[in-house]
């Protein structure tokens, strides 16, 4: 079991930056990946952003450029650093953790946090 609980969201103007967190706890020496989903009223959950446990990371390629996913392991933490915000960017944002174990995966969740972003 892997516990997240996400942090950072808020109201900021177009152009603006905001700074989520992630923490986790549990398993979490069984995660492979961490990463940052998005949802917009009406539209459906898509990917932001991921990191995995050795470095790599993964953007939508929309948001390259403006959005940087960072993780600290001494803290358990991820990051997701995005600036230059648009109003299409509000969506509430959550966290994923994803494990592998004996080649099944497992995903994991946080309760998600809303970012508004004002026109």
């Known amino acids: 079991q892997v516990q997240l609980v996400e942090s950072g969201g808020g109201l900021v103007q177009a152009g603006g930056s905001l700074r989520l967190s992630c923490a986790a706890s549990?398993?979490?020496?069984?995660?492979?990946?961490m990463g940052w989903y998005r949802q917009a009223p009406g539209k459906q959950r898509e990917l932001v952003a991921a990191?995995?446990?050795?470095?790599?990371?993964n953007y939508a390629d929309s948001l390259k450029g403006r959005f940087t996913i960072s993780r600290d392991n001494a803290k358990n933490t991820v990051y997701l650093q995005m600036n230059s915000l648009k109003p299409e960017d509000t969506a509430v944002y959550y966290c994923?953790?994803?494990?592998?174990?004996?080649?099944?995966?497992?995903?994991?969740w946080g309760q998600g946090t809303q970012v508004t972003v004002s026109s």
């Open positions: 994923n953790a994803h494990l592998e174990i004996f080649a099944k995966g497992y995903d994991y």
């Open positions: 990191i995995t446990s050795g470095g790599s990371r």
């Open positions: 549990g398993s979490i020496f069984s995660i492979n990946t």
